[in-house]
Protein backbone atom coordinates (compact mmCIF):
# COMPACT_ATOMS: atom_id res chain seq x y z
CA UNK A 1 0.00 0.00 0.00
CA UNK A 2 0.93 3.38 -0.72
CA UNK A 3 -0.09 6.86 0.25
CA UNK A 4 -0.04 10.07 -0.97
CA UNK A 5 -0.93 12.85 0.84
CA UNK A 6 -1.72 16.56 -0.84
CA UNK A 7 -3.54 19.85 -0.46
CA UNK A 8 -1.95 21.55 2.13
CA UNK A 9 -1.37 25.05 1.76
CA UNK A 10 -1.59 28.89 3.41
CA UNK A 11 -5.01 29.45 5.04
CA UNK A 12 -5.92 32.36 7.10
CA UNK A 13 -7.04 31.94 10.41
CA UNK A 14 -10.89 31.02 10.10
CA UNK A 15 -10.38 29.37 6.65
CA UNK A 16 -10.94 26.10 5.43
CA UNK A 17 -8.71 23.16 3.31
CA UNK A 18 -9.45 19.72 2.36
CA UNK A 19 -6.62 17.38 2.80
CA UNK A 20 -6.74 14.18 0.10
CA UNK A 21 -5.20 11.02 0.73
CA UNK A 22 -4.39 8.86 -2.53
CA UNK A 23 -4.37 4.94 -1.28
CA UNK A 24 -2.82 2.75 -3.54
CA UNK A 25 -2.44 -1.12 -3.28
CA UNK A 26 -5.41 -3.13 -1.28
CA UNK A 27 -6.89 -2.11 2.01
CA UNK A 28 -10.07 -3.73 3.76
CA UNK A 29 -12.36 -3.00 5.51
CA UNK A 30 -11.77 -3.31 9.04
CA UNK A 31 -7.88 -1.44 7.74
CA UNK A 32 -7.63 2.35 9.98
CA UNK A 33 -6.86 4.67 7.59
CA UNK A 34 -6.30 7.76 10.02
CA UNK A 35 -4.60 11.23 9.82
CA UNK A 36 -2.03 12.65 12.24
CA UNK A 37 0.05 15.60 12.46
CA UNK A 38 3.43 16.71 13.60
CA UNK A 39 4.12 20.77 14.50
CA UNK A 40 7.82 22.06 14.67
CA UNK A 41 9.16 20.57 17.45
CA UNK A 42 6.19 18.85 18.90
CA UNK A 43 5.46 14.97 18.36
CA UNK A 44 3.34 13.31 15.99
CA UNK A 45 -0.26 13.81 17.02
CA UNK A 46 -3.59 12.17 16.19
CA UNK A 47 -6.00 13.93 14.25
CA UNK A 48 -8.98 11.35 13.52
CA UNK A 49 -9.46 8.38 11.41
CA UNK A 50 -11.99 5.91 9.88
CA UNK A 51 -12.22 2.30 8.93
CA UNK A 52 -11.82 1.42 5.48
CA UNK A 53 -15.29 0.79 4.61
CA UNK A 54 -16.70 4.72 6.31
CA UNK A 55 -18.28 2.39 9.49
CA UNK A 56 -16.98 4.82 11.61
CA UNK A 57 -15.09 7.98 12.33
CA UNK A 58 -13.00 9.11 15.65
CA UNK A 59 -11.71 12.25 16.46
CA UNK A 60 -9.00 13.73 18.72
CA UNK A 61 -10.57 16.79 20.55
CA UNK A 62 -8.75 18.93 18.99
CA UNK A 63 -10.72 17.82 15.74
CA UNK A 64 -14.06 17.45 16.91
CA UNK A 65 -16.57 20.28 15.40
CA UNK A 66 -14.29 21.08 13.10
CA UNK A 67 -12.59 18.57 11.02
CA UNK A 68 -14.21 15.40 8.91
CA UNK A 69 -12.69 12.71 7.25
CA UNK A 70 -14.72 10.66 4.61
CA UNK A 71 -13.79 8.64 1.76
CA UNK A 72 -15.48 9.24 -1.62
CA UNK A 73 -17.44 5.84 -3.05
CA UNK A 74 -15.59 4.12 -5.18
CA UNK A 75 -12.59 5.57 -4.94
CA UNK A 76 -9.86 5.22 -3.22
CA UNK A 77 -9.31 8.65 -1.83
CA UNK A 78 -9.82 9.52 2.26
CA UNK A 79 -10.28 13.25 2.68
CA UNK A 80 -9.56 15.46 5.71
CA UNK A 81 -12.10 18.61 5.29
CA UNK A 82 -10.55 21.07 8.07
CA UNK A 83 -12.89 24.27 8.79
CA UNK A 84 -12.90 27.14 11.49
CA UNK A 85 -8.76 26.88 11.18
CA UNK A 86 -6.55 28.24 13.90
CA UNK A 87 -2.66 28.94 13.35
CA UNK A 88 -1.86 26.16 16.36
CA UNK A 89 -3.30 23.72 13.36
CA UNK A 90 0.03 24.78 11.74
CA UNK A 91 1.82 21.51 11.34
CA UNK A 92 2.67 18.64 8.40
CA UNK A 93 -0.36 16.48 8.09
CA UNK A 94 0.39 12.59 7.61
CA UNK A 95 -1.95 9.70 6.46
CA UNK A 96 -1.45 6.24 7.78
CA UNK A 97 -3.18 3.01 7.50
CA UNK A 98 -3.01 0.19 9.10
CA UNK A 99 -2.68 -3.69 7.93
CA UNK A 100 -4.33 -4.97 11.57
CA UNK A 101 -8.61 -4.03 11.86
CA UNK A 102 -8.31 -2.34 15.00
CA UNK A 103 -11.10 -0.92 17.37
CA UNK A 104 -11.48 2.53 17.14
CA UNK A 105 -9.95 3.33 20.60
CA UNK A 106 -7.04 2.20 18.87
CA UNK A 107 -6.54 4.74 16.42
CA UNK A 108 -4.43 7.51 18.45
CA UNK A 109 -1.94 4.50 18.74
CA UNK A 110 0.94 5.32 15.78
CA UNK A 111 2.78 2.60 16.34
CA UNK A 112 -0.06 0.43 14.76
CA UNK A 113 0.18 1.68 10.99
CA UNK A 114 2.39 0.22 8.33
CA UNK A 115 1.79 2.60 6.12
CA UNK A 116 2.14 6.70 5.96
CA UNK A 117 1.96 9.19 3.44
CA UNK A 118 4.88 11.60 2.78
CA UNK A 119 2.96 14.41 4.50
CA UNK A 120 2.08 17.58 3.66
CA UNK A 121 2.67 20.94 5.07
CA UNK A 122 -0.81 23.21 6.17
CA UNK A 123 0.21 26.65 7.74
CA UNK A 124 -2.41 29.04 9.41
CA UNK A 125 -1.95 32.23 9.44
CA UNK A 126 -2.83 34.69 12.23
Known amino acids: VQLQASGGGLVQAGGSRRLSCDAS????????LTWFRQATGKEREFVGGMKWNGGGTYYADSAKGRFTISRERGKNVVYLQMNTLKPEDTAVYYC????????????????????WGQGTQVTVSS
Open 25 to 32: GRLFSGNA
Open 96 to 115: AASKIRPIMSEFPNPTIYDY
